[in-house]
C-alpha cells in the first residue's frame, strides 16, 4: 500500500520490521524502488537478498531486469541475465520479454531482437516492448514493419501501449502523415480512445516539425486537461523552432502545473538566446533566481569495466582528469581540420568567444566520451547516459568524434538514443 502511494520510505521501514521475510516480501520492496524511481536501490537489495541465501523467483527476475533498464547499469542486467540461465528460467517468456526491454534500452536493439525472435509465445507485450525498443533508437522502418506483421501474422490485436511505440515512432522520424493516420486508426479500427500519452505523441511530433500552430490547436481541443508533459512537448517544439511567442504561451502552462521546475524555465531562456533575445534570456534567469530555482546540472555517465564514472560541465575531479582534457584537445585539433565549427549559441552573449567555445567543448557528455576512448581498446562502442537533452553543438561534434575514431557512439539523454556512426547520428539531426 505505502509503495503503491509512492512512499517508499515508510514501506522500508515495515520491510526493516519483519523477521522472518520470504520472497513475496522482498519482491514487494524491490518492486517498490524499481516503480517509485529508485532502480539502483532495488538491484541493491536484490543483492542483500542473494547474500541472505534467498532464491529468486521468476518475478524477482522481471522487476530486477527492469530496475537494471531503468539505470542504464547493463552489467548488471548482464549479470542477472546470466543469473536466470543458470537457474534454468532461459525459456521463460516473461524473463526474456523483460531482458530484450533491458538490452533495448541499454542500446543493444539488436540483441533485443534476438531476444524477441526466439520467444514462444510472443504476447502483446512482448511486441510491444520490441517496437518501443525499435522507436526509442529511431528505427521507425524496423517499428512500423513490426506493428504490421503483429496484426497480420501473429494476428494480435495492438493495444494503447502499441499505438505509443507507434506514435513515439513517428515523432523520432518526423512521419506526421502517417502519425496522423495511427492516430486515427486506433480509435476508428480498435476503439482505443486516445490517452494524454498519445496525444503528447501527436503535439511532440507536430512541434518538431514546425507545425506548432497545429500542436497549439490539438492541445485545446483535448478531451482531457493537459498536463506538463503536453505543454512541454510544445515548449521543446517551440525552442527546436525558436517560436518566442507560443513559448512564452507554453511556460505560463508549465508554471501552474509545475511552479518549481527549473527546466521550463532553462527552455524559454534557451528561445530567447537563439532568437538573440539577450534581455529577456537574462530576465527568465533572474526570475529563477527569485523564486529559488536552481538548473539542473548536467550529468553523464559512463560504465568502463563495470564501474561508473560520472562526469560533470567542466569537471575536473576524475582522478585521470588531465588524460581526458588532453584527449579532447586532440580530438578538437582534428575536428576544426575536418570542418567542425563550434555552436554557441545557447550561450549568453556577455561571455566571450573562448569562453564560450571553452564551455561548450567541456560539456559532461564529452568528458565522457573522452575518457572512454582512453579507456578502452580501438573500435569499442561506447554507451553514454545524459540526464538531460545532448545540445547542439555536442551533437555536431560527436558526429565528427565518431568519424575521427571510427567508433559507434551511442548517447542516450532524457529524450531519445543517439547512434553515431561514421560522422552521421540515426536521428537524422531529428530530435
Known amino acids: 500500500m505505502y509503495s503503491k502511494c509512492g512512499c517508499v520510505d515508510e514501506a522500508r521501514k515495515l520491510f526493516d520490521r519483519i523477521l522472518y521475510r520470504d520472497v513475496v516480501v522482498w519482491n514487494s520492496m524491490i518492486a517498490s524502488y524499481s516503480q517509485n524511481g529508485y532502480p539502483s536501490e532495488a538491484i541493491s537489495l536484490f543483492c542483500n537478498m542473494l547474500l541472505d541465501g534467498f532464491k529468486p523467483s521468476v518475478a524477482t527476475l522481471v522487476i530486477v531486469i527492469s530496475a537494471s533498464a531503468d539505470a542504464a547499469a547493463l552489467p548488471r542486467g548482464r549479470e542477472v541475465h546470466g543469473l536466470g540461465w543458470r537457474m534454468g528460467f532461459a525459456s521463460v517468456d516473461k524473463v526474456n520479454t523483460a531482458l530484450l526491454d533491458m538490452y533495448a534500452k541499454s542500446g543493444r536493439v539488436r540483441v533485443a531482437r534476438m531476444l524477441f525472435d526466439k520467444l514462444a509465445d510472443k504476447r502483446v507485450v512482448s511486441w510491444n516492448a520490441m517496437i518501443s525498443g525499435y522507436a526509442m533508437h529511431g528505427h521507425v522502418d524496423e517499428a512500423l514493419a513490426l506493428f504490421y506483421n503483429m496484426r497480420k501474422e501473429a494476428a494480435l490485436i495492438p493495444d494503447n501501449i502499441t499505438f505509443v511505440g507507434v506514435l513515439s515512432a513517428c ?3 518526423g512521419l506526421i502523415e502517417e502519425g496522423q493516420m495511427f492516430f486515427d486508426l486506433m480509435e476508428r479500427d480498435f476503439s482505443i480512445k486516445p490517452t494524454i500519452q498519445h496525444y503528447t505523441c501527436m503535439i511532440d511530433l507536430l512541434g518538431h516539425a514546425g507545425r506548432l500552430e497545429e500542436a497549439h490547436k490539438l492541445i485545446q481541443e483535448m478531451p482531457m486537461k493537459p498536463d506538463s508533459g503536453v505543454w512541454g512537448a510544445l515548449l521543446k517544439g517551440c525552442m527546436i523552432r525558436s ?6 504561451r507554453a511556460l505560463r502552462e508549465l ?20 532568437a538573440r533575445k539577450w534581455e529577456e534570456a537574462a530576465n527568465i534567469r533572474k526570475k529563477m533566481t527569485n523564486k529559488g530555482l536552481k538548473k539542473v546540472i548536467a550529468c553523464s555517465w559512463i560504465e568502463v569495466r563495470n564501474k561508473t564514472h560520472a562526469f560533470l560541465v567542466g569537471d575536473l575531479s576524475h582522478p585521470q582528469s588531465k588524460a581526458i582534457y588532453m584527449e579532447l584537445e586532440r580530438l578538437e585539433v582534428l575536428m576544426q581540420r575536418a570542418g567542425y565549427v563550434p555552436n554557441t549559441m545557447s550561450v549568453f552573449h556577455n561571455v566571450g568567444d573562448d569562453e564560450k567555445r571553452n564551455m561548450v567543448r567541456s560539456h559532461s557528455e564529452r568528458l565522457a566520451i573522452s575518457f572512454g576512448l582512453i579507456s578502452t581498446p580501438p573500435e569499442t562502442m561506447l554507451m553514454v547516459t545524459k540526464n538531460i537533452r545532448v545540445c547542439e553543438d555536442c551533437h555536431i561534434a560527436i558526429k565528427f568524434i565518431s568519424q575521427i575514431v571510427n567508433r559507434e557512439i551511442i548517447i542516450r539523454d532524457v529524450n531519445r538514443y543517439h547512434h553515431f556512426k561514421h560522422g552521421q547520428c540515426s536521428c537524422g539531426d531529428y530530435w
Open 171 to 173: 515523432s523520432h522520424a
Open 243 to 248: 517560436n518566442v511567442e507560443l513559448g512564452e
Open 255 to 274: 508554471i501552474e502545473l509545475e511552479p518549481n521546475d527549473a527546466g521550463n524555465y532553462v527552455l524559454l531562456s534557451n528561445i530567447y538566446c537563439q
